[in-house]
Nanobody
């Protein structure tokens, strides 16, 4: 079993920044792609960003490209999401997740929640206008 704990959420004004962390325990995540998703109020969960097991491949949703940065620190079993230039439409509960397959070669499929098998409990991000 893998436990994921997100932190770093909060209330921020539009244009501000937050850095989310996702700490994993129970299994080393270094062999797995990791992803961030979010669920805005009253909407479906949506893909935000994914990073390959090596960190060499990264993919972003169009809505966050150029503003958000995903990174990982395998020695700390932790993944991060740096969020800059935040907008009110970024308001959501943010979740991190562990990919299902070890040493996956690509990230194309990792926009789908079905490609992940462990999820954190989420952290709230609220951006005021």
């Amino acid at each position: 079993q893998v436990q994921l704990v997100e932190s770093g959420g909060g209330l921020v004004q539009a244009g501000g920044s937050l850095r989310l962390s996702c700490a994993a325990s129970g299994r080393t995540i270094s062999a797995y792609a990791m992803g961030w998703f979010r669920q805005p109020p009253g909407k479906e969960r949506e893909f935000v960003a994914a990073i390959s097991w090596s960190g060499g491949k990264i993919y972003y949703a169009d809505s966050v490209q150029g503003r958000f940065t995903i990174s990982r620190e395998n020695a700390k079993n932790t993944v991060y999401l740096q969020m800059n230039s935040l907008k009110p439409e970024d308001t959501a509960v943010y979740y991190c997740a562990v990919g299902r397959r070890r040493f996956a070669s690509g990230l194309k499929d990792y926009t789908r929640p079905s490609e992940y098998d462990y999820w954190g409990q989420g952290t709230q991000v609220t951006v005021s206008s």
